[in-house]
C-alpha cells in the first residue's frame, strides 16, 4: 500500500499509550498521535528518526500521526491498523497464492459472538476463509518476532471465535503480519501472555491455520512480501 508524504522527525518520548513527542527538522517540538495500543517494546529508541503522516483536518488535535521507526535493528511501521490494508492488497495481487481461488474479500465481517473478521473470503460453492490480522513488531533478537508485546484479551478471544467458527466449509487463518524489517521468522510470547499461547495451541490442534508474512517497509509503501517460518515455540 502506498504511504502518505512523511515527514522526519526525531523522538523525544511516548507516554499516555496514544501520544509521543518529537523534533522536527526545523527544531519546533511537537505532540503527535501514536496509532498502536501495544507496549511497543524494542520499538521505542529515544531520539530515533521517525516518520510522520500529517492530516489535513482541522478538527483533529494532533495534526501528526507517527507511521514508522528506524531502530538500529531495522525500519518498523508501528500503525499497525495499516496492516490490515496490506494484507488485503496482497491478497488482491496474488501474494498469497494458496488463497487466490476465493475471488470475493470482504472486510470487517461480524462472526461468532460479537466478533468482527479483518477479512473474509469466499468463493461460489460457499466455502469461506475468516482472516484475523495481526501486526508483528516485537524483536526478540537473531531474526525472530514474536506477538504479542503486552497481554491482549482482544487476541485471546479472537482465537477462541475464530476456533468455533471452523467447519465443513469454513477455515480459519491467523496471518501475523511483520512490519519490523528485522524480523524474518515468527513465535509467540509466551512468557508475555501465556494464556493465549495456551490457547493458540488448543486452537491449532482443532484446525486453525497460521501464516507469517514478511513486509516490504520503506517510507513510501508498505508491501506484502513473503511468506516467513511461524514456530509456535514450547
Known sequence: MKLPTLTPALLVRRYKR???DVELVDGRKVTVYCPNTGAMTGCIDFGARVWLSRSENPKRKYAFTLELIETKNGLICIHSVRANKVVM??????VIKELSKYRQISSEVRY???SRADLVLSREDDSSVIIEVKAVTLYLGQGVGAFPDATSVRALKHTVELTNAINSSTR???IFCVFHSG???VTIAKEIDPAYFIALESALRAGLEIQAWSVDISISALTLEKRIPFNLGS
Open 89 to 94: 492488497e496482497g491478497l488482491e495481487n496474488g
Open 183 to 185: 524480523i524474518n521468522e
Open 18 to 20: 496514544f501520544l509521543a
Open 112 to 114: 461468532g459472538e460479537g
Open 172 to 174: 480459519s487463518l491467523i
